[in-house]
């Protein structure tokens, strides 16, 4: 049934249509409206499931994990210093190889104080074992809430479901909302590989010393390395089921490109248009959207950008030092194989700034002009002085 | 996706794992500090001079358990109201909770759950051997070593010179502090234990047939004002006396009255005088501050009209024209000397005089001068609050013939002492005396009859301190307090509270150091290594890894931190 959802509540309803057990979260802009839902579904009965309140997203991870031991499906969602504060239990949660999934509304960290949109928190959990799905959209929420959690229990490892802030999570859309019976149909109950049970008590994840720690992070990294193929069956069996699938990658234009604009998020939709637009007027430019970013979709994206002879990464992050993080993680990707790309890396829209179309033209008549890439990060749409002084 | 294509898509799945539950992780060998639930005495308890239980007797209070309430209180103290109403109440000083808002309104809780049905009477035991006791007088501390001599199994008679039992607490508080009705209650309360009374009956020191003998004859004899002209002054306890006995005498409507004193005699005198129509004045040789009375009641005296002239020492007094001339030498407050209290000397100011119809003497008294002599060849044991000669036929000197400060709540405890010191000599001679120190509650001298009987609970005599309590549980709550009645004639000054207001206020006990049960220690326990079997918290020391936390979460400072037994 189409219904008129803010990202937020799109996230919830999947959530509910998941038949979650167990929620626990504590509140931070942007996310809270997401959470908020949820709390109303169990108050009023619609989810039959316990919110547990807690007073740090520490906790509410926390939480989970215990939950999750026990053998039920779980959620929570955080954003920024939320997220942040919660870093030690997303180690705990993928090591626990718990299926546990989160929302993750991007936004900026402090100081500054700022609300607003940025990648940087959730690209700053990389390493900590979590599968990242990225969203374009309220449609691309719901589905991909749902399909974590078919995802996360099949590889049983976290799975983080990615949105912007206010662009994605407060922006309401008409989104297609699957019934519950054929969503039960497409995800079965939680059937749990192990569990903590009373009749026969163990301890799970003991204390593990150098004889088996390193074959227990291995075994995480073999698990990983089976996600992409995990993704790929979940995706055509979600879209046997309701007709959407997305891709850990979606190439959109790119044939025949002279320019392929890189990015995850929101902006791929403003970037769809200016493809459009471009096209029109004859232009050789495409999009390459990364959905999946955690394990990264090196052969996915090596696939799409075969023949492409320069791409533009967008990256709405940066990690000081060493620049856009999407474009660090292509490059690595593509560096040793013999044809690939010259990778321009471009940070735009930090802290809530707009991308417009303009924006991303810039980018691309930029990545157009240049002879070579530059060697770090090109900022755009920058008070220079300002970022001087 | 069936579950059968689920359980088809195979992926590595090694993590650790015991095959035995965390049970087999004994946490607690890793310790070297382990907590302990450990009773201990709230500085409210440790401050009464009765050593009353007070948390407990909080705790029941608020739990509208008024009959229990009161029988903790009974268990120490024989007169609860009487001192609900007259004690100066040194536990309200002692109260953590004043650190936080304000103290507990202990002494009107006392009086609240005094005023209830009558309980059962307080616990005792009987006497392997019964002895007979004569206890001379029947003032506060021969009635309290009455009443727990009794519940002790003795039997006991006191001899009443006056007409009517109670001694100060008949004739030295005016009705408008302490009604008659209540003390004649808890009197009779007293003879029920089965103790027998003879009014009117001034006896001696000699024994003649008794084991053993209690003076608690107190200082019915005031000391006169020691100045030229001092026996034109009257005897303001004899005031006090008069207007307990008899009429109130015709109003000398608008007469002046000087009263000389500084103490909480003078104090009452004062009121006594305003009640009758005249209008007092206190005058007190040193400065407000520096009085004996308890402020709260000298605060009340001045806002029933009373005027009080400090710095004034009297000089002489005289006949003037038409009533006495009083005069008098005005003064300067000096340093503090060694006892803490402020001397003073005579300003060169020429003295000044204040024309009155009466002057009272309310400069203090002293006991009467056959007791002083009887003391004086009586070679005694110094307690904390009587002397005893022990012997094969003791004799105790209690009360005010004790070394104990002068109040009622201190004469109580005395007289308790002295019940408990007697019964222990009796039974086990002077060791038994001195073992009467394990029954001590905190580091103070008052005694515990519960802990005598064997009954009470077991606390550590480290007294709760504010800085061990964790205020963060508790939330400012306002103070109850009971209202100040219109002072008309002779009738109470001090109304009771209510019973929602009380177990309200009851519910104000930051209970220190007694566990009620809140659970924190468990509920924050990170290897539940706190066990609740049938009611009772332990500490299950196998997994207790002593982090403290329980001890750091308890709100009222009932769990301690102490090295483990066999280990360095």
Redesign the interface.
């Known amino acids: 049934m189409r219904q008129v959802l803010e990202g937020s509540q799109a996230v919830a309803f999947a959530v509910r249509l998941a038949r979650t057990k167990v929620i626990s979260a504590y509140p931070i802009t942007p996310q809270t409206h997401i959470v908020e839902e949820l709390a109303k579904f169990c108050a009023e009965g619609s989810l039959d499931g316990r919110f547990i309140c807690v007073e740090s997203e520490h906790s509410a991870m926390a939480a989970l994990i215990g939950a999750a031991a026990g053998g039920v499906r779980v959620f929570t969602a955080s954003s920024s210093h939320g997220l942040a504060y919660m870093h030690e239990m997303l180690h705990w949660a993928s090591?626990?190889?718990l299926p546990i999934v989160m929302a993750e509304v991007n936004r900026a960290l402090g100081p500054g104080w700022n609300l607003w949109m940025d990648q940087t928190d959730s690209l700053a959990q990389r390493d900590t074992g979590w599968i990242q799905l990225y969203c374009e959209d309220s449609q691309e929420a719901l589905d991909t809430t749902l399909q974590a959690y078919?995802l996360a229990?099949?590889?049983?490892l976290p799975v983080m479901v990615v949105l912007d802030a206010f662009f994605l999570s407060h922006t309401f859309e008409p989104v297609d909302v699957p019934g519950q019976e054929e969503v039960d149909r497409?995800?079965?109950p939680f059937?749990p590989?192990?569990r903590l049970d009373t009749a026969a008590?163990?301890?799970?994840?003991?204390?593990?010393g150098p004889p088996?720690y390193m074959?227990?992070r291995?075994?995480i990294q073999?698990?990983m390395e089976?996600v992409p193929e995990?993704f790929r069956?979940?995706e055509a069996?979600f879209a046997a089921h309701f007709g959407r699938s997305y891709g850990a990658v979606e190439a959109f234009r790119c044939e025949d490109a002279e320019v392929v604009l890189v990015m995850a998020g929101t902006m791929a939709s403003t970037c769809r248009q200016l493809v459009l637009d471009l096209r029109a007027r004859g232009e050789r430019i495409g999009l390459l959207k990364l959905k999946l970013f955690r394990p990264f979709p090196a052969q996915a994206v090596w696939e799409s950008l075969q023949g492409v002879p320069r791409i533009a990464v967008v990256d709405r992050n940066n990690s000081a030092g060493a620049g856009g993080i999407f474009a660090q993680e292509i490059r690595a990707a593509l560096c040793n194989r013999r044809e690939r790309p010259a990778v321009h890396s471009f940070i735009a829209g930090l802290g809530g700034r707009d991308i417009t179309l303009g924006t991303l033209e810039t980018i691309y008549r930029r990545a157009l002009a240049a002879a070579a890439p530059a060697p770090e990060s090109e900022w755009v749409e920058l008070d220079e002085e300002l970022a001087q002084s | 996706?069936?579950?059968e294509t689920?359980d088809a898509?195979k992926?590595?799945?090694?993590?650790?794992?015991?095959?035995?539950?965390?049970?087999?992780?004994r946490t607690g060998d890793w310790s070297f500090i382990q907590p302990s639930f450990e009773d201990r005495t709230a500085p409210c308890s440790e401050a009464c001079p009765c050593g009353t239980d007070l948390p407990r007797v909080e705790a029941l209070a608020a739990q509208g358990r008024h009959l229990e309430a009161w029988q903790a209180i009974l268990m120490e103290n024989p007169l609860p109201g009487v001192c609900g109403r007259v004690c100066f109440h040194p536990c309200e000083q002692a109260c953590n909770r004043g650190e936080f808002d304000a103290p507990v309104a202990v002494h009107a809780l006392e009086r609240f759950v005094s005023g209830q049905a009558r309980p059962d009477p307080a616990p005792g035991r009987s006497a392997a051997r019964p002895r007979r006791l004569a206890i001379l007088g029947s003032g506060p501390a021969g009635l309290a070593a009455a009443a727990f001599l009794a519940r002790l199994g003795h039997a006991c008679e006191i001899f009443e010179a006056a007409s009517e039992p109670g001694g100060l607490l008949r004739w030295g508080i005016p009705a408008y502090r302490l009604p008659a009705a209540v003390l004649a209650r808890e009197i009779e309360a007293i003879l029920a234990l089965g103790v027998k009374l003879h009014c009117g009956a001034p006896r001696d020191g000699s024994l003649a047939g008794f084991d053993a003998l209690l003076a608690a004859c107190g200082q019915g004899r005031s000391l006169g004002l020691g100045v030229p002209g001092a026996e034109l002054a009257r005897d303001g306890l004899e005031l006090l006396r008069a207007a307990r006995t008899g009429p109130a005498r015709p109003a000398a409507a608008g007469a002046r009255a000087a009263v000389i004193g500084g103490g909480n005699t003078a104090i009452d005198v004062a009121r006594t005088l305003l009640r009758q129509g005249l209008r007092p004045v206190i005058v007190y040789r040193r400065r407000r501050e520096d009085m004996p009375a308890f402020a709260p009641e000298l605060e009340r005296a001045l806002a029933e009209g009373a005027e009080l002239l400090e710095l004034h020492a009297p000089l002489a007094l005289g006949r003037g024209r038409a009533g006495l001339r009083l005069t008098l030498q005005k003064m300067r407050s000096l340093d503090p000397g060694p006892d803490g209290r402020r001397p003073v000397t005579a300003l060169p100011d020429a003295p000044v005089e204040l024309l009155v119809d009466e002057v009272y003497g309310a400069v203090g008294a002293e006991p009467d001068p056959a007791w002083l002599e009887l003391m004086a060849h009586t070679p005694a044991t110094r307690l904390a609050r009587c002397s005893i000669a022990f012997g094969p036929a003791p004799v105790a000197f209690i009360g005010d013939l004790g070394p104990a400060p002068k109040s009622v709540s201190e004469a109580i405890a005395s007289g308790k002492e002295a019940a408990l010191a007697l019964d222990a000599w009796f039974a086990g001679g002077a060791a038994a005396v001195a073992a009467l120190a394990a029954c001590r509650v905190g580091a103070g001298p008052a005694l515990s009859m519960a802990s005598y009987l064997g009954t009470g609970r077991a606390r550590s005599s480290r007294p709760v301190r504010f800085a061990e309590l964790n205020p963060a549980y508790f939330v400012p709550a306002e103070r109850a307090e009971p209202p100040v009645l219109a002072a008309a004639g002779f009738g109470e000054v001090e109304g009771g509270l209510e019973p929602a207001a009380a177990e309200r206020e009851a519910g104000r006990c930051f209970s220190c150091g007694t566990c009620n049960g809140c659970d924190n220690c468990r509920t924050f326990c990170p290897d539940v290594a706190v066990r609740l079997e049938l009611g009772a918290r332990r500490i299950d020391t196998g997994f207790c890894k002593g982090c403290g936390v329980c001890v750091e979460e308890c709100p009222r400072g009932a769990m301690a931190m102490g090295a483990e037994e066999g280990r360095p």
Do not use: W, Y
Not at chain 1, 153 to 156: A, C, K, P
Not at chain 2, 11 to 25: A, D, G, I, K, N
């Open positions: 090591g626990a190889r078919l229990e099949l590889v049983n497409f995800l079965p059937a590989k192990f008590p163990c301890n799970l994840h003991e204390m593990a088996i074959e227990m291995r075994s073999a698990a089976r995990a069956r979940v069996d | 996706m069936n579950q689920m898509f992926v590595p799945l090694f993590f650790s794992r015991s095959s035995v539950s965390t049970e087999s992780h």
